[in-house]
């Protein structure tokens, strides 16, 4: 298999396995984390589990075993992006974790004052942002590579964005 096919099926594995079943996962957890309703029955375990497998799948994809040749700039970019795309949904992961301990803590009598509750959630916020900015640099990057990577060989990358500038 191409090296280049080789990076994009799992780029395409890390959206498929990992981070739609985060997404579907994350909707549940919003759901019952909020600070009001932490006294409430809630599955904390279980949301445990579905962080820790989708990171686990993420962990198991290492685009370092690609081995791409040192003149190809573009899939070493990609390459790039896409691991740090890897670390920071990894840190997401473990900061999700991370509240849905402490509110089980909670709801079985461990002590959680607001505050605390708050400098966790920020790390969410912060470690989300910085996955959907990464996120949107891989996207960017992984359809700049796409095209291509589906160009002739006559074509170069003048001709890339010589095509793009024409297309705005």
């Known amino acids: 298999m191409d090296y280049r096919t080789e990076l994009m099926n799992m780029i395409n594995r890390f959206n498929i396995?990992?981070?739609e079943e985060f997404k579907?996962?994350?909707m549940r957890i919003v759901k019952d984390s909020r600070f009001s309703s932490i006294r409430k029955k809630k599955d904390y375990d279980g949301h445990v589990a579905m962080l820790r497998k989708v990171k686990s799948k993420a962990n198991k994809i290492?685009?370092?075993?690609v081995e791409i040749p040192e003149d190809d700039e573009m899939t070493q970019s990609l390459r790039k992006a896409f691991e740090r795309c890897l670390v920071t949904f990894s840190g997401v992961c473990d900061?999700?974790?991370?509240m849905q301990l402490a509110l089980k803590g909670k709801s079985e009598g461990d002590s959680l004052s607001y505050g605390q509750y708050k400098e966790i959630n920020n790390k969410v916020?912060?470690?989300?942002?910085k996955l959907n900015e990464q996120m949107q640099e891989l996207?960017?990057?992984?359809?700049?590579?796409?095209e291509y990577?589906?160009?002739d060989d006559s074509e170069d990358l003048a001709g890339i964005a010589y095509k793009t500038?024409?297309?705005?």
């Open 125 to 129: 916020k912060h470690m989300r942002v």
């Open 17 to 19: 396995e990992s981070v």
């Open 149 to 151: 990577s589906q160009m």
């Open 165 to 168: 500038y024409d297309q705005l």
């Open 139 to 146: 996207d960017v990057l992984y359809a700049d590579f796409n």
């Open 62 to 65: 290492t685009p370092k075993s």
């Open 95 to 98: 900061s999700y974790v991370q």
């Open 24 to 26: 579907e996962a994350e």
